[in-house]
């Protein structure tokens, strides 16, 4: 698809503070650039006391929107003319639409883009398989915990090292009816493995500069999935082990690049594909 000589000129970006780290600008101009659109997306750094401003400025700048990311996630769905459900479930936007009428509405594409990273892995899965066990309870758990819940699944163990913020997550969740959160220790993850269908990390245990995910997966059924939020580095510790004993294992890069295509769409009108190049130029990154 080419764009014509009539069509705008389209902005937008990231906002975040820092954001010198984020990938995104990559995945939005390669998606530019591979259909010959008019536009950018650029890095937006904005301090946590000028978010208001920034946010309003979209409008006055012409911006077709943004991406909101830490540490504005929560702050940001405040200044929202209209927050989509599941954003509001999570308690957190990641995306800004500006609407022709300059009204703002915010989406949070994460859990979408985690649910699509296992598809892309196992077009086969289904949330309903068996019990999940999460690991972490900060925001991507909530955006992962919750996707995994409004796709049908049943049973979630959640384990957290402050089982206080773990039992909120959960009591705040279970008023929307849907699957059942089991909230366990943090001493006990290694036991609440038995008979799960998939195992997530949503903490930064295992990120490049963190130590490694201290956790003994022998008791992990072997047809269960693995499943690291985490992109850099593309295998963890915890996805090497996982991966040496036979289990499918899924990176954080899928659920980056997925969540970055509703937004594109809603912005440049044109829903792009996750190509094998999209992939090689952000790995060139690392």
Same mark, same amino acid.
């Given at each position: 698809?080419?764009?014509? !000589?009539?069509?705008?000129?389209?902005?937008?970006?990231?906002?975040?503070?820092?954001?010198?780290?984020?990938?995104?600008? &990559?995945?939005?101009?390669?998606?530019?650039?591979?259909?010959?659109?008019?536009?950018?997306?650029?890095?937006?750094?904005?301090?946590?006391?000028?978010?208001?401003?920034? &946010?309003?400025?979209?409008?006055?700048?012409?911006?077709?929107?943004? !991406?909101?990311?830490?540490?504005?996630?929560?702050?940001?769905?405040?200044?929202?003319?209209?927050?989509?459900?599941?954003?509001?479930?999570?308690?957190?936007?990641?995306?800004?639409?500006?609407?022709?009428? %300059?009204?703002?509405?915010?989406? /949070?594409?994460?859990?979408?883009?985690?649910?699509?990273?296992?598809? *892309?892995? /196992?077009? /086969?899965?289904?949330?309903?398989? %068996?019990?999940?066990?999460?690991?972490?309870?900060? %925001?991507?758990?909530?955006? &992962?915990?919750?996707?995994?819940?409004?796709?049908?699944?049943?049973?979630?163990?959640?384990?957290?090292?402050?089982?206080?913020?773990?039992?909120?997550?959960?009591?705040?969740?279970? @008023?929307?009816?849907?699957?059942?959160?089991?909230?366990?220790?943090?001493?006990?993850? /290694?036991?609440?493995?038995?008979?799960?269908?998939?195992?997530? !990390?949503?903490?930064?245990? %295992?990120?490049?500069?963190?130590?490694?995910?201290?956790?003994?997966?022998?008791?992990?059924?072997?047809?269960?999935?693995?499943? *690291?939020?985490?992109?850099?580095?593309?295998?963890?510790?915890?996805?090497?082990?996982?991966?040496?004993?036979?289990?499918?294992?899924?990176?954080?890069?899928?659920?980056?690049?997925?969540?970055?295509?509703? @937004?594109?769409?809603?912005? $440049?009108?044109?829903?792009?594909?996750?190509?094998? @190049?999209?992939?090689?130029?952000?790995?060139?990154? $690392?």
């Amino acid at each position: 698809m080419s764009s014509s !000589n009539s069509s705008p000129y389209v902005l937008a970006g990231v906002m975040g503070w820092p954001v010198g780290h984020s990938r995104s600008p &990559i995945i939005h101009n390669h998606w530019i650039a591979q259909h010959q659109l008019k536009g950018s997306y650029a890095l937006l750094p904005v301090q946590p006391e000028r978010l208001e401003d920034a &946010i309003r400025g979209l409008v006055a700048l012409g911006f077709a929107g943004c !991406n909101v990311t830490i540490p504005h996630k929560v702050n940001a769905m405040k200044m929202m003319d209209h927050v989509h459900p599941t954003a509001k479930r999570m308690g957190a936007i990641n995306t800004i639409v500006v609407q022709k009428d %300059g009204s703002l509405h915010g989406f /949070n594409n994460d859990g979408f883009g985690y649910v699509q990273s296992l598809k *892309d892995e /196992n077009p /086969n899965w289904k949330a309903d398989t %068996g019990p999940i066990l999460v690991l972490g309870a900060g %925001g991507a758990s909530r955006a &992962i915990t919750l996707s995994l819940l409004e796709q049908g699944a049943k049973e979630i163990r959640l384990v957290n090292r402050s089982r206080e913020k773990a039992q909120a997550l959960a009591d705040e969740f279970s @008023a929307f009816g849907l699957g059942e959160i089991k909230v366990l220790d943090w001493k006990d993850r /290694n036991e609440a493995m038995e008979g799960v269908a998939l195992l997530i !990390n949503t903490t930064n245990q %295992g990120m490049h500069g963190q130590a490694d995910l201290e956790i003994d997966i022998s008791k992990l059924p072997s047809h269960a999935m693995v499943s *690291d939020a985490i992109y850099i580095p593309l295998e963890t510790a915890l996805l090497k082990t996982a991966r040496l004993k036979g289990h499918t294992t899924v990176n954080g890069l899928g659920m980056l690049l997925n969540q970055a295509r509703p @937004a594109f769409e809603a912005w $440049f009108g044109v829903l792009p594909e996750i190509t094998p @190049a999209l992939r090689e130029a952000i790995q060139a990154t $690392f």
